[in-house]
């Protein structure tokens, strides 16, 4: 019995694309090592160093926890500057991941600006954000809280908008052929579906910026952070084993919360 | 008199002509079959007579009222006449099946009731009859996602029937459903044409179930619809 064969022929690459494959390589391998002599990585350097971080970690025990006090409360801060921060770049998004999802807004006048504008709210850390606010409403928290709440503003309104769009249309085309107005369709056809989603991407943002408020202190946006700061400043090394335990039981605490939420939410 | 008439319809995507001087006309309490091949444009004329798409060119009327050309509040309005239901359902997966026929009346409901999803109980009580003339009275509180498609099917059309549209217009509503169900489906289609006097207009791929059910059988053809005899569909066309 004859073998049966078909007359495909699969497509083979050829010689000049094998060529730009093997020149895309050679340029990302450039492109790897001058990143690494640019970001100065130097093995000696670290080898150097590594006994005097020895000697600063003996020296950070036992732990001084004789302003634990003081610590809770600029942890409570720090929680509070991510919690409030959050809640206010969910305000902020609400209308704006509407104008950005093209299946709402088809009008490109409305959407293609508040794309750019989340663009640049997404792309300026919540850091810069409070260097830059800390000189508009002075040192402390509030600065912080509201870098985090453009910064989390942009990534959220992207990232709703994102899931908006992947929402199947048929919901939305039956809901209109009700004679209701774009408001009812959104509330009613809309919001319902993608509502866990959505609450979801919120509560990865809030876990996301108490990580990133622990750091803000550096800048002078209060929180732990400051605390840190002072304590490496000092040298005060078993001042700052204390501030780092606090900051760990805060993050996997939030983590853990905001990830159980999350599954009971999807 | 007719309840949709629509006229010299016209839609092309690309450069090809799917619609090409449609002409349909639908009497109250008829239920017209579309038949056609896949392919053929019938999504896209019920597209065109629902105008969730805009045709071309054509007029389509409701009650002898002009519905091409209107806008805004004036075209949401008119859409009330106009029930869909569609072949992959469209309901709101995570909404009950009482809350997904309620979306029938959302056009009678204020805004602020819409947004805090606060229902008058005549609605609410509306919504419930029009399941439970549908056969589903012991689904009412049941997410739309749990139910079986023969199920959610029904829900869309107690969506319709909830809206009191003149209008049921069904788009291939039995595709994706056994042959049991579907012949469950269209035969309660058919008597709500008869008991509620609506013009149902109902894409199938079946010309023995457009036999079966329907008054009168269209096909749709090379972009136009041509008449056959409800008695004998040519199966050659479909």
Redesign the interface.
């Known amino acids: 019995m004859n073998d049966p064969r078909s007359v495909y022929q699969p497509h083979r690459r050829s010689r000049g694309e094998q060529a730009g494959f093997v020149v895309a390589l050679a340029a990302a391998a450039v492109f790897y090592i001058v990143c690494l002599r640019i970001a100065e990585v130097d093995p000696a350097r670290l080898w150097a160093g590594l006994p005097r971080l020895a000697k600063w970690a003996a020296r950070s025990w036992p732990p001084d926890a004789s302003e634990f006090g003081t610590l809770l409360y600029r942890a409570g801060q720090t929680i509070a500057m991510g919690t409030v921060g959050t809640s206010f770049g969910v305000l902020l998004a609400a209308p704006l991941c509407l104008l950005a999802a093209r299946t709402v807004t088809t009008s490109a006048w409305l959407s293609l600006p508040s794309r750019a504008l989340l663009n640049v709210l997404r792309g300026i850390d919540s850091f810069i954000f409070a260097l830059l606010l800390v000189a508009a409403v002075g040192l402390g928290p509030f600065a912080g809280v509201l870098g985090l709440a453009l910064h989390a503003a942009g990534s959220i309104a992207k990232l709703w908008a994102e899931s908006i769009e992947t929402i199947?249309p048929?919901?939305v085309?039956?809901?209109?052929?009700?004679?209701?107005?774009r408001?009812?369709?959104i509330?009613?056809?809309l919001l319902?579906?993608v509502?866990?989603s959505l609450a979801s991407i919120a509560l990865y943002m809030w876990e996301w910026s108490i990580r990133a408020s622990t750091v803000l202190g550096v800048v002078g946006a209060g929180g732990i952070g400051q605390e840190l700061k002072n304590s490496v400043d000092l040298l005060q090394f078993d001042r700052v084993l204390t501030i780092l335990a606090i900051v760990l039981v805060i993050v996997t605490a939030i983590d853990s919360a905001s990830a159980w939420l999350r599954r009971r939410l999807l | 008199m007719p309840v949709l008439v629509a006229s010299d319809l016209t839609k092309a995507f690309g450069g090809r002509r799917v619609l090409d001087g449609v002409a349909v006309s639908v009497a109250a309490g008829t239920f017209v079959a579309v038949l056609g091949e896949s392919g053929a444009g019938k999504s896209t004329l019920f597209r065109c007579l629902s105008r969730l798409i805009e045709p071309e060119s054509g007029e389509i009327s409701i009650d002898g009222a002009l519905y091409t050309g209107l806008q805004g509040a004036r075209l949401a309005a008119a859409r009330r006449q106009v029930g869909v239901v569609f072949q992959q359902f469209n309901l709101v997966r995570r909404l009950s099946a009482l809350d997904n026929v309620l979306a029938g009346r959302l056009a009678d409901v204020p805004l602020w009731r819409v947004m805090l999803h606060q229902f008058d109980l005549a609605h609410v009580q509306q919504a419930a009859a029009a399941l439970e003339a549908v056969g589903l009275g012991a689904q009412i509180e049941q997410r739309a996602d749990t139910l079986s498609g023969g199920q959610q099917q029904r829900v869309a059309i107690a969506r319709a029937l909830a809206q009191q549209s003149r209008i049921l217009l069904a788009d291939e509503p039995v595709a994706s459903l056994d042959p049991v169900t579907a012949a469950a489906i269209l035969g309660l289609m058919k008597s709500l044409a008869r008991s509620r006097g609506m013009a149902v207009v109902c894409a199938l791929h079946q010309p023995q179930l457009a036999a079966q059910f329907a008054d009168r059988i269209v096909v749709l053809k090379n972009g136009r619809l041509e008449e056959v005899s409800p008695s004998c569909p040519t199966p050659s066309v479909v």
Not at chain 1, 173 to 181: E, L, R
């Open positions: 199947a048929g919901p085309d039956a809901v209109t052929m009700s004679g209701a107005g408001l009812k369709v509330r009613f056809a319902p579906d509502l866990p």
